[in-house]
């Protein structure tokens, strides 16, 4: 990645400075070593562990969701994205394909398919196949990136009406430690994704 290759020409600047291009650059880590544009919905749910990154196989709307339950939410949305994926049904007819895929299905080519489980397993089968190729996702490397969800988490705040002890809770913990704040709502969304994909 050019950031990264720009931290080793001018380490001096960064060292004199004290941040990096890196740091200074948006994007997900896919594995140790490779790495991808978040999808364009700036919400925490593009940001969390996928073993598809840069799709909408996720839950990207607006929600103030605790990251156990937002990785549990982004885990079933993604179940339920990937239909049309497998369909090769426009995602943007998800709302009425979703309820009547399964009926098409069997009516019109005598597929008898439960997709959930189909989706499920194709999942499950990606992220076993990413772990055994180092290509995991790993906890996000630049400040930028985790200064998104810090920002995301006020910026909710500031709209949600009535109070929200959860919100109110990591907005603090991001105040106090932002580094250890990130580490633990990457690995508590991490966490609810697998509970659901992996059973």
């Not at 194709?122 to 990136?145: C, G, M, N, R």
């Amino acid at each position: 990645m050019a950031a990264k290759e720009l931290d080793m020409w001018f380490a001096d600047r960064v060292a004199n400075v004290g941040e990096s291009f890196s740091d200074n650059t948006l994007y997900l880590s896919y594995g140790e070593t490779g790495c991808i544009s978040p999808a364009q919905y700036w919400v925490p749910g593009e940001f969390v562990p996928l073993p598809i990154q840069g799709k909408y196989l996720t839950n990207y709307c607006i929600n103030s969701l605790p990251p156990r339950e937002l990785g549990r939410s982004c885990a079933e949305r993604a179940i339920k994205e990937m239909y049309s994926e497998e369909i090769g049904i426009c995602r943007f007819h998800r709302c009425w394909s979703e309820r009547t895929v399964e009926t098409l299905l069997r009516r019109g080519r005598g597929i008898d398919l439960n997709l959930d489980e189909h989706c499920r397993e194709l999942l499950q089968e990606i992220i076993e196949y990413d772990q055994k190729a180092s290509q995991y996702p790993v906890f996000w490397e630049t400040k930028k990136t985790r200064n998104v969800i810090r920002r995301y988490l006020l910026e909710v705040r500031n709209k949600l009406p009535a109070e929200d002890g959860q919100l109110d809770r990591w907005i603090e913990k991001f105040n106090n430690s932002p580094e250890q704040a990130a580490k633990e709502y990457w690995e508590e969304t991490r966490k609810g994704y697998e509970e659901i994909i992996k059973g």
